[in-house]
Protein backbone atom coordinates (compact mmCIF):
# COMPACT_ATOMS: atom_id res chain seq x y z
CA UNK A 1 0.00 0.00 0.00
CA UNK A 2 1.41 3.07 -0.83
CA UNK A 3 1.34 5.17 2.23
CA UNK A 4 2.38 8.81 0.66
CA UNK A 5 -0.29 10.74 -0.90
CA UNK A 6 0.23 12.62 -4.07
CA UNK A 7 0.73 16.17 -2.17
CA UNK A 8 3.50 14.89 -0.12
CA UNK A 9 5.42 13.35 -3.53
CA UNK A 10 4.69 16.96 -4.65
CA UNK A 11 6.14 18.11 -1.51
CA UNK A 12 9.35 15.71 -1.80
CA UNK A 13 10.21 15.92 -5.11
CA UNK A 14 10.16 19.93 -4.35
CA UNK A 15 12.90 19.41 -1.99
CA UNK A 16 15.02 17.02 -4.51
CA UNK A 17 15.08 19.75 -6.88
CA UNK A 18 16.00 22.87 -4.10
CA UNK A 19 18.86 20.56 -3.25
CA UNK A 20 19.83 20.49 -6.63
CA UNK A 21 19.62 24.04 -7.60
CA UNK A 22 21.47 24.76 -4.06
CA UNK A 23 24.30 23.25 -5.84
CA UNK A 24 24.28 24.36 -8.61
CA UNK A 25 26.35 28.15 -9.66
CA UNK A 26 23.95 30.42 -10.03
CA UNK A 27 22.82 29.52 -6.43
CA UNK A 28 25.59 29.74 -4.78
CA UNK A 29 26.51 32.68 -6.21
CA UNK A 30 23.45 34.07 -4.81
CA UNK A 31 24.04 32.20 -1.43
CA UNK A 32 27.56 34.25 -1.41
CA UNK A 33 26.06 37.53 -2.22
CA UNK A 34 23.64 37.08 1.16
CA UNK A 35 26.24 36.30 3.37
CA UNK A 36 28.27 39.31 2.30
CA UNK A 37 25.20 41.46 2.93
CA UNK A 38 24.68 40.29 6.04
CA UNK A 39 28.18 41.16 6.86
CA UNK A 40 28.04 44.25 5.99
CA UNK A 41 24.87 44.96 7.38
CA UNK A 42 26.99 43.70 11.04
CA UNK A 43 29.87 45.44 10.39
CA UNK A 44 27.75 48.75 9.68
CA UNK A 45 24.97 48.42 12.20
CA UNK A 46 26.24 51.46 14.85
CA UNK A 47 27.57 50.75 17.34
CA UNK A 48 25.51 51.67 20.54
CA UNK A 49 28.07 52.69 23.65
CA UNK A 50 24.76 52.85 25.41
CA UNK A 51 23.52 49.42 25.88
CA UNK A 52 19.50 49.20 26.61
CA UNK A 53 18.91 52.55 25.61
CA UNK A 54 18.67 53.18 29.36
CA UNK A 55 17.59 57.42 28.77
CA UNK A 56 14.99 58.87 26.95
CA UNK A 57 14.88 62.30 25.14
CA UNK A 58 11.59 63.94 25.30
CA UNK A 59 11.11 67.60 23.90
CA UNK A 60 9.06 69.41 25.98
CA UNK A 61 8.54 72.52 24.06
CA UNK A 62 11.22 74.21 21.29
CA UNK A 63 14.77 74.39 23.05
CA UNK A 64 13.46 72.73 26.22
CA UNK A 65 14.13 69.06 26.71
CA UNK A 66 14.15 66.45 29.15
CA UNK A 67 15.79 63.44 29.79
CA UNK A 68 13.86 60.60 30.94
CA UNK A 69 15.69 57.38 33.29
CA UNK A 70 14.05 54.55 34.73
CA UNK A 71 12.06 54.87 38.12
CA UNK A 72 14.43 51.59 39.40
CA UNK A 73 17.43 51.34 41.60
CA UNK A 74 21.47 52.38 39.87
CA UNK A 75 21.81 49.69 37.85
CA UNK A 76 25.47 48.67 35.39
CA UNK A 77 23.07 49.06 32.69
CA UNK A 78 22.09 52.51 33.58
CA UNK A 79 25.41 53.66 34.72
CA UNK A 80 23.32 55.54 37.71
CA UNK A 81 21.63 57.27 35.96
CA UNK A 82 17.62 56.36 37.46
CA UNK A 83 16.93 59.91 37.57
CA UNK A 84 15.25 62.87 35.08
CA UNK A 85 17.59 65.34 33.89
CA UNK A 86 17.18 68.03 31.17
CA UNK A 87 18.33 70.63 29.13
CA UNK A 88 17.63 74.28 27.55
CA UNK A 89 19.17 74.93 24.52
CA UNK A 90 20.30 79.03 23.82
CA UNK A 91 22.07 80.22 21.33
CA UNK A 92 25.22 80.64 22.56
CA UNK A 93 25.08 76.95 24.12
CA UNK A 94 23.26 74.57 26.14
CA UNK A 95 22.44 74.86 30.31
CA UNK A 96 21.95 71.32 31.16
CA UNK A 97 20.23 70.64 34.49
CA UNK A 98 22.08 67.89 36.53
CA UNK A 99 24.85 65.69 35.63
CA UNK A 100 24.07 62.09 35.92
CA UNK A 101 25.67 59.41 38.78
CA UNK A 102 28.70 58.85 36.65
CA UNK A 103 31.23 60.14 33.74
CA UNK A 104 30.12 57.69 31.65
CA UNK A 105 26.56 58.36 32.73
CA UNK A 106 27.21 61.98 31.48
CA UNK A 107 28.76 60.87 28.34
CA UNK A 108 25.30 59.29 27.51
CA UNK A 109 23.42 62.60 28.64
CA UNK A 110 25.61 64.37 26.50
CA UNK A 111 25.26 62.11 23.19
CA UNK A 112 21.48 63.16 23.76
CA UNK A 113 22.26 67.03 23.57
CA UNK A 114 24.66 65.92 20.81
CA UNK A 115 21.61 64.43 18.98
CA UNK A 116 19.03 67.76 18.87
CA UNK A 117 21.81 70.69 18.35
CA UNK A 118 25.71 70.96 17.40
CA UNK A 119 26.12 73.67 20.55
CA UNK A 120 28.00 72.28 23.53
CA UNK A 121 27.10 72.35 26.84
CA UNK A 122 28.58 75.97 28.38
CA UNK A 123 26.91 75.49 31.88
CA UNK A 124 25.61 72.62 34.06
CA UNK A 125 23.22 73.31 37.14
CA UNK A 126 23.20 71.05 39.70
CA UNK A 127 19.84 71.10 41.76
CA UNK A 128 21.17 69.09 44.80
CA UNK A 129 23.49 66.76 46.62
CA UNK A 130 21.93 63.04 45.57
CA UNK A 131 24.81 61.03 43.19
CA UNK A 132 22.61 61.39 40.00
CA UNK A 133 22.49 65.14 39.98
CA UNK A 134 26.32 65.87 40.33
CA UNK A 135 28.67 62.88 39.79
CA UNK A 136 28.80 63.55 36.59
CA UNK A 137 30.06 67.01 36.17
CA UNK A 138 33.82 66.09 36.04
CA UNK A 139 32.92 65.04 32.29
CA UNK A 140 31.19 68.04 31.11
CA UNK A 141 33.94 70.33 33.23
CA UNK A 142 37.01 68.22 31.04
CA UNK A 143 34.49 69.41 28.21
CA UNK A 144 34.81 73.06 28.87
CA UNK A 145 31.12 73.65 31.08
CA UNK A 146 30.92 75.79 34.08
CA UNK A 147 29.22 74.22 36.85
CA UNK A 148 26.76 76.04 39.45
CA UNK A 149 24.92 74.98 42.34
CA UNK A 150 23.66 75.58 45.57
CA UNK A 151 25.82 76.13 48.57
CA UNK A 152 23.98 73.89 50.61
CA UNK A 153 24.34 71.40 47.79
CA UNK A 154 28.00 71.61 47.09
CA UNK A 155 28.54 71.06 51.03
CA UNK A 156 26.12 67.87 51.12
CA UNK A 157 28.07 66.92 47.70
CA UNK A 158 31.54 66.91 49.85
CA UNK A 159 29.92 65.44 52.65
CA UNK A 160 28.75 62.25 51.26
CA UNK A 161 30.75 62.08 48.28
CA UNK A 162 32.53 59.00 49.35
CA UNK A 163 29.81 56.99 50.33
CA UNK A 164 27.79 57.72 46.81
CA UNK A 165 30.73 56.88 45.15
CA UNK A 166 30.79 53.50 46.99
CA UNK A 167 27.07 52.85 46.72
CA UNK A 168 27.77 53.26 42.67
CA UNK A 169 30.81 51.06 43.30
CA UNK A 170 28.71 48.57 44.53
CA UNK A 171 25.29 48.82 42.20
CA UNK A 172 27.06 50.45 39.02
CA UNK A 173 30.33 48.77 38.88
CA UNK A 174 34.02 49.36 38.47
CA UNK A 175 33.45 49.84 34.64
CA UNK A 176 30.35 51.80 34.65
CA UNK A 177 31.77 54.36 37.12
CA UNK A 178 36.05 54.29 35.47
CA UNK A 179 36.55 57.77 35.41
CA UNK A 180 33.96 59.19 38.43
CA UNK A 181 35.81 61.66 40.44
CA UNK A 182 33.98 64.20 42.98
CA UNK A 183 34.00 67.71 40.81
CA UNK A 184 32.39 70.63 42.50
CA UNK A 185 30.65 74.07 41.49
CA UNK A 186 32.63 76.84 40.08
CA UNK A 187 29.82 78.92 41.05
CA UNK A 188 27.35 78.92 43.80
CA UNK A 189 24.36 81.06 45.34
CA UNK A 190 22.67 81.44 48.21
CA UNK A 191 18.89 82.01 47.89
CA UNK A 192 18.35 83.07 44.45
CA UNK A 193 20.28 83.04 41.10
CA UNK A 194 19.25 84.86 37.36
CA UNK A 195 21.03 83.51 34.53
CA UNK A 196 20.66 85.29 31.07
CA UNK A 197 22.15 83.06 28.39
CA UNK A 198 22.31 83.28 24.71
CA UNK A 199 18.74 85.14 25.04
CA UNK A 200 17.19 82.58 27.68
CA UNK A 201 16.62 83.96 31.44
CA UNK A 202 16.70 80.74 34.05
CA UNK A 203 16.28 81.80 37.68
CA UNK A 204 18.04 79.19 40.33
CA UNK A 205 15.84 79.32 43.56
CA UNK A 206 16.79 77.84 46.76
CA UNK A 207 14.00 78.04 49.37
CA UNK A 208 15.25 74.97 52.43
CA UNK A 209 15.75 71.85 52.69
CA UNK A 210 13.91 69.09 51.06
CA UNK A 211 14.76 65.57 49.62
CA UNK A 212 18.54 66.87 50.13
CA UNK A 213 19.60 69.78 52.05
CA UNK A 214 20.80 71.68 49.35
CA UNK A 215 17.47 70.97 46.52
CA UNK A 216 17.12 73.83 44.35
CA UNK A 217 14.68 74.21 41.32
CA UNK A 218 14.97 75.90 37.84
CA UNK A 219 12.49 77.95 36.59
CA UNK A 220 12.06 79.18 32.92
CA UNK A 221 9.88 82.36 33.09
CA UNK A 222 9.11 83.00 29.82
CA UNK A 223 8.13 79.34 29.11
CA UNK A 224 6.64 78.42 32.37
CA UNK A 225 8.43 75.41 33.28
CA UNK A 226 9.96 74.66 36.20
CA UNK A 227 13.08 71.70 36.53
CA UNK A 228 12.45 70.31 39.98
CA UNK A 229 15.05 68.46 40.69
CA UNK A 230 14.67 65.85 43.86
CA UNK A 231 11.65 68.12 44.87
CA UNK A 232 8.91 66.25 42.90
CA UNK A 233 8.84 62.66 42.07
CA UNK A 234 6.56 61.78 39.56
CA UNK A 235 5.05 58.21 39.26
CA UNK A 236 7.28 56.87 41.86
CA UNK A 237 6.98 57.34 45.67
CA UNK A 238 9.20 60.09 47.02
CA UNK A 239 12.15 59.04 48.77
CA UNK A 240 12.35 60.39 52.23
CA UNK A 241 15.99 59.56 53.83
CA UNK A 242 17.80 60.55 56.37
CA UNK A 243 19.13 63.49 54.38
CA UNK A 244 15.50 64.59 54.16
CA UNK A 245 13.44 67.17 56.22
CA UNK A 246 9.62 66.30 55.10
CA UNK A 247 8.29 69.29 57.10
CA UNK A 248 10.32 71.78 55.38
CA UNK A 249 10.51 69.42 51.52
CA UNK A 250 6.16 70.48 52.20
CA UNK A 251 7.42 74.10 51.72
CA UNK A 252 9.94 74.04 49.60
CA UNK A 253 6.66 72.59 47.24
CA UNK A 254 4.91 75.38 48.02
CA UNK A 255 7.53 77.75 46.84
CA UNK A 256 7.31 76.07 43.76
CA UNK A 257 4.30 75.48 42.78
CA UNK A 258 3.20 79.48 43.49
CA UNK A 259 4.98 80.02 40.39
CA UNK A 260 2.10 78.53 38.87
CA UNK A 261 4.47 76.05 36.37
CA UNK A 262 2.44 75.54 33.24
CA UNK A 263 4.91 71.83 33.03
CA UNK A 264 7.08 70.61 35.93
CA UNK A 265 10.08 68.17 34.64
CA UNK A 266 10.55 65.94 37.77
CA UNK A 267 13.55 64.58 39.67
CA UNK A 268 11.96 61.21 38.52
CA UNK A 269 9.38 60.24 36.16
CA UNK A 270 7.93 62.24 32.69
CA UNK A 271 7.02 66.01 32.88
CA UNK A 272 3.87 66.85 33.53
CA UNK A 273 1.24 69.80 35.10
CA UNK A 274 1.60 71.12 38.16
CA UNK A 275 -1.69 68.69 39.58
CA UNK A 276 -0.06 66.03 38.74
CA UNK A 277 3.42 66.92 40.73
CA UNK A 278 0.88 67.98 43.80
CA UNK A 279 -0.74 64.33 43.57
CA UNK A 280 2.50 62.23 43.59
CA UNK A 281 4.97 64.00 45.81
CA UNK A 282 2.81 66.71 47.28
CA UNK A 283 -0.09 64.59 48.54
CA UNK A 284 2.17 62.04 49.55
CA UNK A 285 4.69 64.01 52.00
CA UNK A 286 1.53 65.51 53.29
CA UNK A 287 0.09 62.22 54.20
CA UNK A 288 2.73 60.22 55.36
CA UNK A 289 3.52 63.19 58.26
CA UNK A 290 -0.21 63.14 59.29
CA UNK A 291 -0.05 59.22 59.60
CA UNK A 292 3.15 59.71 61.40
CA UNK A 293 1.47 62.19 63.36
CA UNK A 294 -1.65 60.39 64.40
CA UNK A 295 0.53 57.32 65.07
CA UNK A 296 3.04 58.65 67.62
CA UNK A 297 -0.28 60.37 68.97
CA UNK A 298 -1.56 57.20 69.85
CA UNK A 299 1.66 55.97 71.35
CA UNK A 300 2.97 54.18 68.39
CA UNK A 301 6.87 53.18 68.69
CA UNK A 302 9.28 53.37 66.12
CA UNK A 303 9.29 48.92 66.05
CA UNK A 304 5.20 49.04 64.98
CA UNK A 305 5.58 51.89 62.34
CA UNK A 306 5.66 49.54 59.06
CA UNK A 307 1.53 49.20 60.76
CA UNK A 308 0.73 52.27 58.41
CA UNK A 309 -0.82 51.77 56.14
CA UNK A 310 0.06 53.56 53.23
CA UNK A 311 -1.47 51.06 50.06
CA UNK A 312 -3.37 54.28 48.54
CA UNK A 313 0.42 54.94 46.96
CA UNK A 314 0.83 51.55 45.62
CA UNK A 315 0.57 52.59 42.05
CA UNK A 316 3.76 55.09 42.33
CA UNK A 317 7.30 53.13 41.74
CA UNK A 318 9.23 51.74 44.32
CA UNK A 319 6.44 51.50 47.06
CA UNK A 320 7.58 48.08 48.55
CA UNK A 321 11.21 49.53 48.84
CA UNK A 322 10.30 52.76 49.85
CA UNK A 323 7.42 53.18 52.52
CA UNK A 324 8.01 51.14 55.16
CA UNK A 325 11.80 53.48 55.43
CA UNK A 326 9.90 56.59 54.22
CA UNK A 327 7.64 56.09 57.22
CA UNK A 328 10.65 55.27 59.77
CA UNK A 329 12.47 58.50 58.50
CA UNK A 330 9.28 61.26 59.56
CA UNK A 331 8.74 58.98 62.46
CA UNK A 332 12.37 59.93 63.42
CA UNK A 333 12.04 63.31 62.28
CA UNK A 334 9.49 64.16 64.59
CA UNK A 335 11.87 63.48 67.13
CA UNK A 336 13.05 66.69 66.60
CA UNK A 337 10.88 68.74 65.17
ZN1 LIG B 1 16.83 61.62 42.99
Not at 63 to 85: K, Q
Not at 151 to 165: G, H, I
Request: proline share 3%.
Amino acid sequence: MNIYRGEDFGVAESICRALRDFSSHETMKFMRYLIVLFIAALLLKPPSLFAGESLALQKVVPDVYAIIGGLDNRTAENLGNNATFGFVVTSSGVILIDSGASWKGAEHIDSLVRSVTGKPVTHVINTGGQDHRWLGNGYFKSHGAKIIAHEEAVKDQKFRASDQLSMLQNLVGAEGMRGTEPVFADEVFSNELRLTIGGKTLLLQHHGWAHTPGDSFVWLPSEKIVFSGDIVYMERLPGVQEHSRSKSWLEVFDALAALHPRIVIPGHGHPASLEKASYDTRRYLSFIRKAVSDYRASGGDATGIRSIDQTMFRYLGNYDALSGRNALQVYNEMEWE
